[in-house]
């Protein structure tokens, strides 16, 4: 069916430092090359994936953790800017952080980081860039990327498909599963200090 949402299967490491594990991967075909800079919120009682990229407000849910820890995410929101009042109560909700007793009828942007995160004890808004390297292998979406969290550099490689075992025959071949798997958010929580 068309347009449907078909949940990948997430592997994901970060360190300071993926140079030889990225050429590794680099090695295996021409990759397409992106760069991007994104505004995560953070919540010190979620850990959902809540990021604004391109004037969109994107949430991916974690929907499952298999045997080898591979993640399962799925979009369940993409809006654009400004957000109605429905719409910030639905994400403050996937945050798990109550609203103030009123709110707007719509938030800019540059509101809804002034007015509700960077008030808020419990939200902290994270400047993030990206310089994606993302190929193709054995079917898979192969990514190399360095990133900025608030100005600090880290690198990534991210394994994802819809097929778990493949994603993991895939980890392997490249020869990183000696490394952590972990994901964005428990990353970035890391490097910002959030517990």
Known sequence: ???????????????????????????????RVKESRETYVLSRRSDENTKIRDGLMDIKSLQAVNEDGL?????IMKEEFPLSADKVQRLLDVLKVSAPAE????????????????????????????????????????????????????????????????????VRELGLDHLENINYIKAMKRIVGIR
């Not at 300071?16 to 050429?23: I, K, P, T, V």
């Not at 993640?71 to 979009?75: G, M």
Request: hydrophobic letters at 40%; a negative charge; aromatic letters at 8%.
């Open 1 to 31: 069916m068309e347009g449907k949402i078909i949940p990948r299967w997430e592997w994901r490491t970060f360190a300071e430092n993926l140079g030889a594990e990225g050429q590794r991967v680099l090695t295996r075909g021409e990759a």
């Open 71 to 75: 993640e399962q995410w799925c979009p």
């Open 103 to 170: 709110l707007r009828d719509s938030y800019t942007f540059g509101e809804f980081l002034s007015e509700l995160v960077e008030i808020h004890p419990d939200l902290v808004a994270v400047d993030v860039k990206k310089r994606r390297h993302g190929l193709t292998i054995n079917g898979a979406i192969v990514e190399f990327a360095e990133t900025e969290f608030n100005g600090i550099p880290l690198q990534t490689i991210c394994v994802e498909h819809a097929d778990p075992e493949l994603v993991m025959a895939t």
